[in-house]
């Protein structure tokens, strides 16, 4: 893993908050890794498009929350000693993010069809 490290979320505010990737954050992560989280976002995007037709504030608020917290969790894995960074960060994000929006629109869903 670099030496610099990475960062999710810095401070107390940020960390408190679930849709934030902070700029810092960002920074600090690989063209590489920058480049495959963006891939595996459009490929969640495109997959769930009609969800986005239906209610876009509501879907572009979940899509944050999730990839914020597929970036934390492919963190910690990026971090076990027995890992391999950036790549172990990255596999771990793009199984993680379509999980997270999958069942995020599973819930939507139902809670739409229970009103």
């Keep these: ?22 700029a810092r954050a960002i920074s600090t992560l690989g063209a590489g890794v920058v480049n495959a989280m963006s891939a595996v976002g459009a490929a969640v995007i495109k997959k769930h498009r009609p969800a986005l037709g239906k209610s876009p504030d509501w879907f572009w608020h979940m899509f944050a929350k999730c990839e914020a917290k597929a970036a934390r969790v492919a963190e910690q894995a990026a971090r ?6 950036d790549a172990t960060f990255i596999e771990v994000y793009a199984a993680q993010l379509p999980k997270l929006m999958a069942s995020a629109l599973e819930s939507h869903e139902k809670a739409l069809k229970a009103k």
Excluded: F, H, V, Y
């Design 80 to 85: 076990d000693p027995e890992a391999c960074g």
């Design 1 to 22: 893993m670099p030496a610099k490290g990475r960062a999710t979320a810095s401070n107390a505010t940020a960390q408190s908050r679930e849709d934030i990737l902070n």
